[in-house]
C-alpha cells in the first residue's frame, strides 16, 4: 500500500470522509524552510514567534481530496492508480490539491498551536464529496486571528465562497448536504472574549457552479447558484459554542461550558432560538449518569471530542462517539445512541485507560461561592485535605489556583491531570495537606457573555480582587488563616502572581506565604511589541500605553514589576525559553528585581518550550519542583532545596 503523501517531508494533520465514502479530504502541512544561523531576518509585523525560535513562518496547510472507489482486496493490490495508493478493500484516485491561492490562505491557523481556540483543521465534506467546507486564516499569525474564516470549496471548479465574514469557523454539512452551520463571532473590540453565535447558510450543493455565486461575507446572499444569507443564534448559554455536528433529526449539536461542567447541547436549527441540553444515560458508564460536575468531549474549547455519525440501521439515530470525565473519574471513550428529537443519549464506555487513577482515592471536590469586595459572586473550586471537617474547621494552609486565560476557567476534570494550562499537581497538594482554592473570576468562560466581558480594561482590577477575596472568605470561615496562603498560576495566572506578590498584604490584609508562577507576565507596558498577540493587548485596553497617560498610569499601577518593592513571598519561577506568548524576558526582569531585594527566588527555564510545557520530562519537572517548594523541607526557605517533602500535619 502507497501512503500518501508519498513524499517523506509533508504531514498530514487532519483526515474527513465524506459522508457515502466516495471522497477522503486532507490536510497536508509542507515542511518548513530551514533558516540559515546568520543570515538576518526582515521583521515584519508579526514574526515574533519565528524570531525566537529561528524558524520559518509554517507554509499554508493544503487541502488535498482524493476519491475513493471500492474494490476486493487483491484488485485493491494490483489496481491501484499509479502514485495514488491502495488499501485492502478500496482504491484512492489520483489527489487533486488546493493551496493557499485557492483557499485564500492556510488551512486552518497554524499559528494559534499554543492556544486553545478551537480553530485547529477544521473542515467537513458533502455527503456526495463535491464541496469542502472548511476554516481559512488569511494571514498565519496569532496576531491576526481575528481574519480567520469559512470558505466553501467546489471541488469540480475550484471555485472558493467565503461564508461569514470575518472570525468565523468550525463548518459542519448538514445530512443532506445542502445546509452548513458555522460559528461566528460579534465584531465587539474585545476580540478575546467575543460572542459567538451558531449560523447556518443554505444553497451549499449549488455554490461555485458557475456564474451567480454569491460573493462572499455575511449576508451575502448571490444569485442563482449563490448561498443564502446566514441566520444566527444569539442565545446559547455561555454564547461560546463549540460544534460537534447535526443529527439525524436536523438539530445542530455542540458542547458549550456551563459553571465547571462542559455539557452536550442540541440547537434547533430552524429557529436557531431553541436548544436542550443533551444528557447522558448511564447505560454500561455508571460514572456518567452520577450527580455532579462533569465534563463532555474535553475541556479548553479545543476542537470537539465529540463525533457524529448517522445511523444506516435505524432511521433516525444518531451515533455518537465522545470523551467523558468527571473530578474523580478519570476520561474515557464512550459510544452512545441519540434518538430522534430525544433529550437524552445512551452511553458505553468502551476504553478502560488510567486504572491506576480510577482505583486511587482523590481529594474532596467541591464548588464554592463567595462575595467580591464589590459584592459581585464569584464562584470557584475547592479541594479539600482527607479528613478536614468544614462544620469544625482546624486551620489549614491553603494555596490559590489562578487560571490561565483570562477567557478560560477551571472545570470538572479529572484531578489526576493536574490544572488547567501547565497541569500543577493540585490534587497532590490537597493530599498532602493544603486547602486549594480555585477561582473562576471575572473574565472566565462559562458564566455568560457580560461575565466573560466584564474585565475588559480592568486586568488585575476586580479579577485580582475576586481571586484573593477567595482566600479572605476562607481565612473568615476559619479554614485558614493570614499566615498560611500562598499562590500560583500559570500565564494569566503568572500575572496575577507578578501582581499579587506586591499587593495583596495591602490590600487584603495577608502576605503570601509562598508563590508559584509559570509562563509570567510582569509588566504590560514591556509587554506590548514583544508578544504575539499584541492586538489582543490593544483590544482589551481600549488601545495601546502610549495612547494617553490615563492607560499607561492603569498598566503601570496593574503590573507586578512597579510594586516588586514590597514582595517577600519565596518564589520558584518556570518559563519556557521560547515563549511568544509571554516572553522569557517577562520573567528576566521579575527574577532579577527579586534576586536584587533578597526575596528568595528559584528561576527554571525550559529549552525548546514555547508557552506551556508539552514535554513529559518538564511537566514532571514542573510537578517536582511545585510539590517541593511548597511542602515542608529542613530548610523551608532555601531557595536551591529541591528535596521532595512529606505529608503535612
Keep these: 500500500m502507497q501512503v500518501f503523501p508519498s513524499n517523506k517531508t509533508d504531514t498530514v494533520t487532519y483526515v474527513v470522509w465524506a459522508p457515502d465514502s466516495s471522497t477522503v479530504a486532507v490536510a497536508v502541512q509542507p515542511a518548513a524552510l530551514k533558516p540559515s544561523a546568520t543570515a538576518p531576518r526582515v521583521v515584519d509585523e508579526d514574526v515574533i514567534v519565528n524570531v525566537i525560535t529561528n524558524t520559518h513562518p509554517s507554509p499554508p ?14 484488485a485493491a493490490g494490483a489496481g491501484a492508480s499509479a502514485g495514488a495508493g491502495a488499501g485492502a478493500g478500496f482504491v484512492l484516485g489520483a489527489a487533486s490539491c488546493f ?79 445542502d445546509s452548513i452551520a458555522f460559528v461566528t463571532a460579534d465584531p465587539l473590540p474585545y476580540t478575546w472574549s467575543q460572542v459567538w453565535s451558531i449560523c447556518i447558510v443554505t444553497g451549499a450543493l449549488h455554490a461555485g457552479a458557475g456564474a451567480g455565486v454569491g460573493a462572499g461575507g455575511a449576508g451575502a446572499a448571490g444569485g442563482a447558484g449563490g448561498l443564502s444569507a446566514p441566520r444566527c443564534s444569539t442565545n446559547t448559554s455561555d454564547q461560546m459554542p463549540t460544534l460537534a455536528g447535526w443529527d439525524a433529526s436536523g438539530r445542530i449539536l455542540y458542547t458549550e461550558q456551563s459553571s465547571v461542567s462542559i455539557n452536550l447541547y442540541a440547537m434547533d436549527a430552524t429557529t436557531l432560538s431553541t436548544w436542550t441540553q443533551i444528557k447522558i444515560a448511564g447505560g454500561a458508564a455508571g460514572p456518567v449518569a452520577a450527580a455532579g460536575p462533569s465534563v463532555v468531549g474535553g475541556a479548553f474549547r479545543a476542537t470537539s471530542r465529540v463525533s457524529i455519525a448517522l445511523s444506516t440501521s435505524s432511521k433516525g439515530t444518531t451515533l455518537l462517539g465522545f470523551t467523558f470525565e468527571s473530578p474523580t473519574f478519570p476520561q474515557q471513550g464512550m459510544q452512545g445512541t441519540l434518538a430522534a428529537g430525544a433529550a437524552t443519549a445512551t452511553s458505553t464506555q468502551i476504553t478502560d485507560t488510567n486504572k ?11 464548588t464554592t461561592k463567595w462575595k467580591s469586595t464589590d459584592g459581585k459572586t464569584i464562584e470557584g473550586i475547592l479541594l479539600l485535605p482527607r479528613g478536614f471537617n468544614a462544620k469544625a474547621p482546624k486551620p489549614a494552609p491553603v494555596v490559590v489556583f489562578t487560571h490561565c486565560g483570562p477567557a478560560m476557567a477551571v472545570t470538572a476534570t479529572h484531578l489526576g491531570y493536574g490544572s488547567v494550562c501547565a ?46 477575596s477567595g482566600a479572605a472568605h476562607l481565612i473568615k470561615l476559619g479554614y485558614t488563616t493570614p499566615t498560611q496562603v500562598s499562590h500560583m498560576g500559570w500565564s494569566y495566572g ?10 495583596v498584604k495591602e490590600n487584603f490584609g495577608f502576605a503570601l506565604q509562598k508563590i508559584v508562577t509559570g509562563g509570567t507576565l510582569s509588566d504590560l507596558i514591556s509587554h506590548t511589541g514583544t508578544t504575539d ?19 499607561r498610569a492603569m498598566m503601570t499601577a496593574h503590573s507586578g514589576i512597579y510594586h516588586i518593592e514590597k514582595a517577600t513571598a519565596p518564589t520558584l519561577m518556570f518559563h519556557g525559553a521560547q515563549d511568544p506568548r509571554m516572553p522569557i524576558s517577562q520573567s528576566f526582569q521579575l527574577h532579577y528585581a527579586l534576586k536584587a531585594r533578597g526575596v528568595p527566588v528559584r528561576f527554571l527555564t ?28 529542613p530548610s523551608d526557605t532555601d531557595a536551591t532545596n529541591t528535596t521532595k517533602a512529606g505529608l503535612l500535619l
Design 423 to 468: 497541569r500543577f499537581p493540585l490534587a497532590q497538594l490537597a493530599e498532602a495537606g493544603y486547602l486549594v482554592l480555585q477561582p473562576n473570576y471575572r473574565g472566565s468562560t462559562g458564566y455568560g457573555r457580560d461575565f466573560r466581558m466584564s474585565d475588559r480594561g480592568d486586568w488585575g482590577g476586580n479579577d485580582y480582587n475576586d481571586v484573593f
Design 99 to 177: 493551496d493557499g491561492s485557492t483557499l485564500k490562505g492556510s488551512l486552518s491557523m497554524p499559528a494559534w498551536t499554543v492556544s486553545c481556540w478551537p480553530f485547529d483543521s477544521q473542515f467537513d465534506v458533502s455527503k456526495d464529496g463535491s464541496h469542502v467546507a472548511y476554516t481559512y486564516l488569511p494571514k498565519p499569525y496569532a496576531n491576526d486571528w481575528v481574519g480567520v474564516g469559512v470558505g466553501l470549496l467546489n471541488t469540480a471548479t475550484k471555485q472558493v465562497t467565503s461564508i461569514g465574514g470575518n472570525t468565523s469557523f468550525q463548518p459542519f454539512f448538514s445530512p443532506d448536504g
Design 494 to 503: 503568572g500575572y496575577m502572581s507578578a501582581l499579587a506578590m506586591g499587593t
Design 61 to 74: 496547510t493544503t487541502l488535498c481530496t482524493i476519491s475513493v472507489s471500492t474494490t476486493t482486496t487483491a
Design 606 to 633: 525550559f529549552p525548546g518550550s514555547g508557552h506551556i510545557p508539552g514535554d513529559p520530562n518538564q511537566i514532571k519537572t514542573v510537578w517536582d519542583e511545585t510539590l517541593s517548594w511548597l511542602l515542608p523541607t
Design 356 to 366: 491506576v487513577a480510577a482505583a486511587h482515592t482523590f481529594p474532596q471536590f467541591s
Design 533 to 551: 498577540i499584541s492586538k489582543i493587548i490593544q483590544s482589551w485596553a481600549g488601545g495601546y500605553h502610549w495612547d494617553s497617560p490615563a492607560l
